[in-house]
Nanobody, 116 residues
Framework: QVQLVESGGGSVQPGGSLRLSCAAD????????MNWYRQAPGKQRELVAT???????TYSDSVKGRFITSRDNAKNTAYLQMNSLKPEDTAVYYC??????????WGQGTQVIVSS
């Protein structure tokens, strides 16, 4: 059984930083893209960052230059380093590994609140 377990959310003041982790179990993590999404209250879930199995990364315009995603294949863990946080970054953040429509795995979500 595949599980993605997230950690690292919390409350931070604007301009602060947080690092989210997503630990994968039951899957050969290194073979797949790792995606990070977020969902703010009343808004649709949006893709904010992707790291491919090759290490290539892409970011949404809203986080580019502030967020950095990485992965440690030996630990089966992905990370989302979030810097220069803004109130509009407040959301529940999810990691996701999508393989097929029947093999679509999500973390449980972790809350990030950016507020003074």
């Amino acid at each position: 059984q595949v599980q993605l377990v997230e950690s690292g959310g919390g409350s931070v003041q604007p301009g602060g930083s947080l690092r989210l982790s997503c630990a994968a179990d039951g899957i050969l993590f290194r073979n797949y893209n790792m995606n990070w999404y977020r969902q703010a209250p009343g808004k649709q879930r949006e893709l904010v960052a992707t790291m491919g199995s090759s290490g290539a990364t892409t970011y949404s315009d809203s986080v580019k230059g502030r967020f950095i995603t990485s992965r440690d294949n030996a630990k089966n863990t992905a990370y989302l380093q979030m810097n220069s946080l803004k109130p509009e970054d407040t959301a529940v953040y999810y990691c996701r590994i999508y393989i097929t429509t029947l093999s679509d795995y999500w973390g449980q979500g972790t809350q990030v609140i950016v507020s003074s």
